[in-house]
């Protein structure tokens, strides 16, 4: 990351820009989550890590305000996020409807996949990211 030379380097994980203004506490429990991550969160990660997908840089659990995304590319500005079944119910897709809204008010992009995206088509959801790429 270019930093200007007339600013500070930040101490803190929450002041670089790309946290979003998250808080502590919100980077206690992303260092959580990376202890237990789901299996689709495995599966993707694999495909994704070390700049494996066309050199991008993601990260996991990546702490965006008062949020945790389940990957983020800050070159591409998106998050991914992967949905199990829960996700079907009415509640928790209101609710993912909000975090989305808010999520993008900081200029980012949501793209959503289902485990079984991950698990059945692997290389399609890979695809969808690439078209993304391209799109941005």
Known sequence: MIM???????????????????????????AQLRKTSTE??????????????NGLKFRRQHC????????YCHELKLVIELDGSIHHLRD???YDDYREKLIMEYGLK???FSNDD???DIDEVLQ???EYKTLS
């Open 118 to 120: 991950v698990f059945n």
């Open 92 to 94: 928790v897709a209101q």
């Open 110 to 112: 949501v793209l959503r």
């Open 128 to 130: 969808k990211i690439m």
């Open 4 to 30: 200007d030379k007339d600013k500070p380097i930040p101490k803190r994980p929450q002041e670089y820009p790309f946290f979003h203004e998250a808080k502590a506490g919100t980077f206690q429990n992303a």
């Open 64 to 71: 965006i305000h008062q949020f945790i995304a389940d990957f």
């Open 40 to 53: 689709a969160e495995k599966v993707l990660w694999e495909q994704l890590r070390g700049r494996k997908l």
